[in-house]
């Protein structure tokens, strides 16, 4: 076997380890109640919580559209609940993952 | 558009393998946040030596050095050493310890390196107890808390000893920056690394860091719990510069400790007798810390 | 010019040579003149490097990694208990597959309290994964720590090596010593270029889990490979030291008049000066003696010591430490290495246990029981213990 090093280096991104398998509860955004304070971005332990165009989603009133909206990676989230807890507006639903990925 | 209280940008990648609702892997997420792409991270045995995943994977942006379990503050001494001699002297280098490889076999060599005044900042993450072997009591446990080494059992042998101070410890030591920093209140831990980064020579940041695995509580509760722990003054935070104290949160109402330990599986063991012994060690505390302030500010005016 | 200085400034002049430039060490007798010699260089600027005066010796190597890891020529020096209390890092600095160099001095463990010669220090780190080097004199000390810069930094390489003196015999002791240029060094020794550094622009773990089915078994063989490929690293190396500064020691084993020898001892260190004393007077009065000086114990010179067997009738390994398995570790190894390869009797001498003296006397009994195994082709006693006190055997 070659190497590179004479010492094994991790160099590989651990954003290879999906560890959104992991999840027996999932976070779901309710969009309709979402203020976009960032409070559960701020808080993820992965992160697994990103920004995107304010006008992706619904809002609670038009003016919220402005801001950016917050999306949750499944592919990293272990459902932590973190987020749900910490939301101030209660506008993250915390429910039992069913396995086909909804 | 967005405004957020705290930097963006990340060096920290998810995919890591830390426990649902990690304290340290928010601390991390933070520090990184403060410090920036020029970091060189060095880490003993703890938590944190196996939340980056297994070989070949990395979760930081930044070189990271592994090291044995006591020798942090060696390990980021000969680091610094070498960048200086390198000429790379805008790289910060970040020690990462746990509360046992620093209160306990590391406090060596952490006491040794602040001595020597190397300029590097070292990082006790605090998760109270020997968190990656499983639960096992540190010198950082706090009093009254059930580990595996310490499992109450018939005869209540619970932790019976008060948690050590190290971040007294190091000001004792004349460490020109000392702070406790709380993963509840990210705005303050990225201010004070941010500090710790601009100033020359050591500096020891204590954060607090929730274990939901080793404290039996549910992932969801880390930062409530970690809130409570500055509300009720059992974790303040303040910060020590040059041997001045500034309570960083002065909570307005005594929230009762027993908020705070009747959370948490690892004190449900306690009895009220307790709990109130417990207050009162926590209000003395308090009351030590305040009149600190007042007295070391005082020195200084005169 | 040749300068009197001790074997402990001599590995001093070593590292200033070497243009080290991360030193981190602790004291202990009798090591000390080494790290004070070197903060007078650099108090003097006359060494231009950094000095981490640690607090003990455990951080003294675990300082020397990291700031190996960083990319910068590190050394250190340490003894007997300092050597142990490293022991952890010592496989860490190997494993991390580092090149930092070590002066040792030999000296014996406590309790009791000895700080005298023996070598139970060293050969307790035998599997660290450190080249070892015993030298015999102040000038291959100095030589030592040049060198072995230059095997341990080659690509192919990349390990740590200890190079070890006998506490006081040497490292106290004053003797002429050829202080090299510093421009032909210079020549002689490139600056470190470790390819797995630590650098800002990659980010990367150094030393994270590994799971059983990872390469962690292809890494150790990868090491494993390094090592067996220092044998050809130190002979090359020593050539072109030859070549610029025109002393030579002999590749691993330096022999000493073992043509047509009845009797070779194996030794090494400062026995081995006093034992060439002893083969010269006894080859004087026709006594067929002859020594086979055991420079490198690591890389083991397996391939020299089959050679050595096959010009003689036996051969006498003189050990001063004890490995409490079957006699000493050189008689050990050295006994394994014949196997299959040579019939030859071979015995065991344990001497100089705790600085006990090791006299040309004693040594000439000892040589004069060894003609008599070679011409009785057994072996008395397998592992003797030579120099006991009372012990009328051996007294001179």
């Known amino acids: 076997m070659e190497f590179e090093f004479p010492t094994p280096l991790t160099t590989v991104p651990s954003t290879a380890n999906k560890t959104g398998v992991w999840r027996t509860f999932r976070p779901v955004i309710n969009y309709e109640k979402c203020i976009r304070c960032y409070i559960c971005w701020k808080f993820c332990p992965e992160p697994a919580i990103s920004f995107v165009p304010g006008d992706k989603y619904p809002a609670p009133s038009e003016a919220f559209l402005k801001r950016d909206a917050v999306e949750i990676n499944y592919d990293y989230c272990k459902g932590c609940g973190i987020c749900a807890n910490e939301c101030p507006k209660g506008a993250i639903d915390f429910v039992l993952e069913r396995g086909d990925g909804q | 558009m967005r405004n957020t209280t705290i930097p963006e940008e990340e060096y920290m990648l998810p995919g890591h393998v830390a426990c649902l609702g990690c304290g340290a892997a928010l601390a991390m997420r933070y520090a990184l946040k403060a410090l920036g792409k020029k970091t060189i991270v060095s880490v003993p045995a703890c938590c944190w030596a196996v939340i980056p995943g297994v070989y070949p994977y990395r979760t930081l942006e930044v070189p990271l050095l592994y090291t044995a379990f006591e020798v942090t503050g060696a390990a980021i001494s000969g680091i610094r050493e070498a960048l200086e001699v390198l000429g790379q002297d805008d790289v910060t280098v970040m020690g990462w310890a746990g509360d046992g490889g620093t209160a306990d076999i590391g406090i060596q060599a952490l006491s040794g390196a602040m001595e020597r005044e190397h300029n590097v900042i070292y990082v006790m993450y605090d998760n109270e107890a020997y968190m990656n072997t499983g639960v096992q009591r540190s010198g950082a446990t706090p009093f009254g808390a059930w580990t595996t080494t310490t499992p109450v059992g018939k005869l209540r042998i619970y932790k019976k000893e008060r948690k050590k101070p190290v971040a007294e410890m190091m000001v004792a030591q004349g460490v020109p920056y000392v702070a406790t920093a709380n993963i ?105 810390l305040l009149l600190k302030e007042e007295m070391t500010n005082r020195v200084r005016k005169e | 010019m040749k300068t009197m200085i001790t074997g402990n400034e001599a590995a001093a002049w070593g590292a200033r040579l070497a243009r080290v430039k991360v030193v981190s060490a602790y004291p202990i007798t009798p090591q000390t003149k080494v790290v004070e010699k070197i903060a007078e260089f650099i108090a003097n600027g006359e060494m231009d490097a950094r000095y981490i005066r640690v607090e003990s010796e455990h951080s003294a190597m675990a300082a020397c990694i990291s700031a190996e890891n ?327």
């Open chain 2, 184 to 288: 509840a209140y990210p705005e303050d831990l990225i201010r004070k690394l941010r500090k710790a980064k601009e100033m020359k020579g050591p500096k020891f940041i204590h954060i607090y860091a929730t274990c939901p695995t080793g404290w039996r509580v549910p992932p969801n509760k880390t930062i409530e719990i970690a809130k409570l722990a500055v509300q009720t003054r059992v974790f303040p935070l303040y910060e020590v510069e040059n041997g001045v104290y500034k309570i960083n949160v002065k909570p307005k109402e005594r929230v009762p400790v027993r908020d705070y330990l009747r959370m948490q599986g690892r004190f449900r063991h306690l009895t009220e007798e307790e709990v109130e012994l417990i207050q009162k060690m926590v209000d003395e505390e308090w009351e030590k």
């Open chain 3, 70 to 396: 960083t990319g910068v020529r590190t050394f250190t020096a340490t003894s007997a208990h300092g050597l142990a209390l490293m022991h952890e890092m010592l496989m860490w600095a190997a494993y991390a597959r580092l090149p930092i160099v070590m002066a040792v001095i030999n000296r014996a463990m406590a309790p009791p309290w000895s700080i005298w010669a023996d070598h139970q220090d060293s050969m307790a780190q035998r599997d660290t994964g450190w080249i070892q080097i015993y030298s015999e004199s102040n000038q291959e000390e100095l030589d030592a720590v040049l060198m072995l810069y230059k095997i341990c930094e080659d690509k192919d390489v990349l390990l740590p090596a200890m190079t070890m003196m006998d506490a006081f015999i040497l490292s106290h002791t004053m003797e002429p010593v050829d202080i090299p240029d510093q421009k032909l060094v210079d020549d002689f020794l490139p600056e470190l270029d470790l390819p797995h550094r630590l650098d800002i622009n990659r980010p990367a773990g150094h030393g994270s889990l590994i799971m059983p089915e990872g390469p962690v078994m292809e890494y150790r063989k990868a090491m494993a490979d390094a090592f067996a490929g220092v044998r050809d690293k130190i002979l090359k190396v020593e050539e072109e030291f030859r070549e610029i500064f025109g002393r030579e020691y002999g590749g691993l084993v330096e022999e000493y008049r073992t043509e047509d020898a009845d009797a070779i001892a194996v030794v090494s260190s400062t026995i081995a000066s006093t034992s060439k004393e002893v083969v010269d007077r006894m080859r004087e009065r026709g006594l067929k003696v002859g020594l086979a000086r055991v420079r490198y114990f690591r890389p083991f010179p397996h391939r020299e010591l089959r050679e050595i067997a096959k010009k003689t009738d036996m051969l006498g390994v003189i050990d001063r430490s004890y490995t409490f398995g079957y006699g000493g570790a050189l008689y050990a190894e050295t006994k394994g290495v014949l196997y299959g390869h040579s019939d030859i009797p071979v015995k065991n001498y344990i001497m100089g246990i705790g600085g006990r003296d090791v006299t040309p006397e004693i040594l000439e009994k000892v040589f004069m029981d060894m003609l008599k195994i070679a011409k009785d082709g057994a072996v008395d006693t397998e592992v003797e213990w030579v120099g006991l006190i009372g012990d009328e055997r051996w007294s001179a």
